[in-house]
């Protein structure tokens, strides 16, 4: 089979060039980036939560559910009800404000380092087949930790038919970090998957394994024809793009159909980027990051044959889920993406033009504090994040009451 043609880059002569710092933002939302935690597990509990105010966009943050354990992916049923998972290996249905004892048929989980539970989506047609997609940490075999996912239909409070579709073909090895991992659907059905580099710098620039790529599959992890390494005998026909490292945001532009990830650089280098069939994002052979301990992991930011970001940030905000802004309730907010900051313990947006990035800021004022792992465009109008703390929660931004 002919290899599809990559789609061609969107110019970005702005956005690759574009290295702001909270110093730059507005008066009342300057502040500190937090450095790069090496264990993201860590976190307080939730301080009581007061309005908070976004150049000049009055909005509240309203609790939907509290005491989670380190949640880490939602999704939105039509009955308007919740699903989260915890990183532990739980998921929950959250409903008019209780909270679901954890459901059955859910796989086991490697809940260890950065492991365990992570994403959830729902079919685009679920409200017919009623199937939940997982992707979470397990074990291979011969004990090696991997990126996985599986299936199974929602009936009542559990999961059946829970089946496996996909897992990650990774090398051994004993790290238990960087597996991603979120899921989205995009418009022609097929199943996204980001998987992280486990740890494993130089095989992500091989298509030859799973590490740091993004995967494409259909709704029952059969590979697509049309994947852009199907019939290359050295690579995997999954592999939709690779040159990835630690890619924790994922979703679908509303308008365009595009997919898009937000990813995890090491000291600094985090990135947004869309994704182009059988591209090279280039890690760790090109990078805008460190090594922790300050030494350069390339000398080269760019090369020929590999993707620029569409936005980058130095120093880390540690970027996780991933969301483009489409309601109404907050106008001059739509089209922008918003991100997860673990590091930088914030809400970021991101302003849009169209594909092309042209600025951010931290959404939160001073004193949130908390590690914000999801964000979600609702389907009522509103944003939704998660924060991943010991005592974590889900939470809605919505315009202020009073």
Known sequence: MTRTERIPSFSKAAAAGLILVLGACSSDNTGTVI???????TGDSIPALGPAVYNGADFEIVPIMEGLRHPWGLAFLPEGRLLVTERE?????????????PLQGVPEVRAVGQGGLLDVALHPDFENNR???????????????????ARGRL?????????????????EMEMDAHFGSRLVFDREGYLYVSIGDRRSPFRAQSTGNHHGTLV??????????SNPFVGDAEALPSVFAYGIRNPQGLTVHPETGDVLWSEHGPLGGDEINIAHPGANYGWPAITHGLNYDGTPVSDKTEAPGMEQPLIHWEPSIAPSGLAIYSGQAFPQWRGDAFTGGLAARTLVRVEMEGLEATGWE????????????DVRDGPDGFLYILTDESEGGVYRLQPRSD
């Open 35 to 41: 450095p790069f935690d090496p264990d993201p597990q």
């Open 89 to 101: 290996g739980r998921l929950r249905l959250i409903q008019a404000g209780q909270l679901s004892e």
């Open 131 to 149: 199937w939940v997609y997982l992707s979470y940490a397990t074990w291979t075999e011969g004990g090696n930790g991997t990126t996985e996912v």
């Open 155 to 171: 009936e009542g409070n559990a999961l059946v038919g829970t089946e496996v579709i996909f897992t990650a073909q990774v090398h």
């Open 216 to 225: 494409r599959l259909a709704d029952d992890g059969s590979i697509p024809e």
């Open 362 to 373: 931290p959404v939160m004022a001073d004193g949130w504090g908390l590690r914000v792992r």
